[in-house]
T-cell receptor, first 112, second 115 residues
Framework: AQSVTQLGSHVSVSEGALVLLRCNYSSSVPPYLFWYVQYPNQGLQLLLKYTTGATLVKGINGYEAEFKKSETSFHLTKPSAHMSDAAEYFCAVSGGYQKVTFGTGTKLQVIP | DSGVTQTPKHLITATGQRVTLRCSPRSGDLSVYWYQQSLDQGLQFLIQYYNGEERAKGNILERFSAQQFPDLHSELNLSSLELGDSALYFC??????????????FGPGTRLTVL
């Protein structure tokens, strides 16, 4: 079985501040991890994914995430928030023959 | 633009009715997935088709059914609609069978409102 926990359903940051969105996973097999972003009235868009190899993964729009096996975490970060980053972010996990399981999402608010 | 198209964008109907949502996957993708997103349930996986065959089933109600046609487009049929079926319905596609590394690409969704 596998699961994803996103800590904080709503996160607010000031424009220019660090963005940190937390994701912890549970998986009985080596996980593959994903972050998706959903802008208002749009579908989900892949930001980045971790499969194997380098644990620091860089994605689009300046986002990156680090896979930490010992902490079972895959937190998403961005050094400086922009107003356009306001959206909902979903962490997801898959592994072995398991289908992708999505977290419940974190809504990011950017304050000018 | 993910390359996945969904029609219609919006659908308003009454309780007890039946509707059909349509999805065209990205060129070359063989798998199609359907998801329901609502405020109280979040993003729920409904069903997956791979090259015309049902591959995996999630939390899909018996009133709902889907199919994938030879040209790989897919339709999700929702019948005997209830107020609680109001939600965003997403289609996603992927190149492979849906294994661990098979990235899913999402369409823009169909917003269903049941009155």
């Amino acid at each position: 079985a596998q699961s994803v926990t996103q800590l904080g359903s709503h996160v607010s940051v000031s424009e220019g501040a660090l963005v940190l969105l937390r994701c912890n996973y549970s998986s009985s097999v080596p996980p593959y991890l994903f972050w998706y972003v959903q802008y208002p009235n749009q579908g989900l868009q892949l930001l980045l994914k971790y499969t194997t190899g380098a644990t620091l993964v860089k994605g689009i729009n300046g986002y990156e995430a680090e896979f930490k096996k010992s902490e079972t975490s895959f937190h998403l970060t961005k050094p400086s928030a922009h107003m356009s980053d306001a959206a909902e972010y979903f962490c997801a996990v898959s592994g072995g023959y398991q289908k992708v399981t999505f977290g419940t999402g974190t809504k990011l608010q950017v304050i000018p | 633009d993910s390359g996945v198209t969904q029609t219609p964008k919006h659908l308003i109907t009454a309780t007890g009715q039946r509707v059909t949502l349509r999805c065209s996957p990205r060129s070359g993708d063989l798998s199609v997935y359907w998801y329901q997103q609502s405020l109280d349930q979040g993003l729920q996986f409904l069903i997956q088709y791979y090259n015309g065959e049902e591959r995996a089933k999630g939390n899909i109600l018996e009133r709902f059914s889907a199919q994938q046609f030879p040209d790989l487009h897919s339709e999700l049929n929702l019948s005997s609609l209830e107020l609680g079926d109001s939600a965003l319905y997403f289609c996603a596609s992927s190149p492979g069978t849906g294994g661990s590394t098979d990235t899913q690409y999402f369409g823009p969704g169909t917003r269903l409102t049941v009155l």
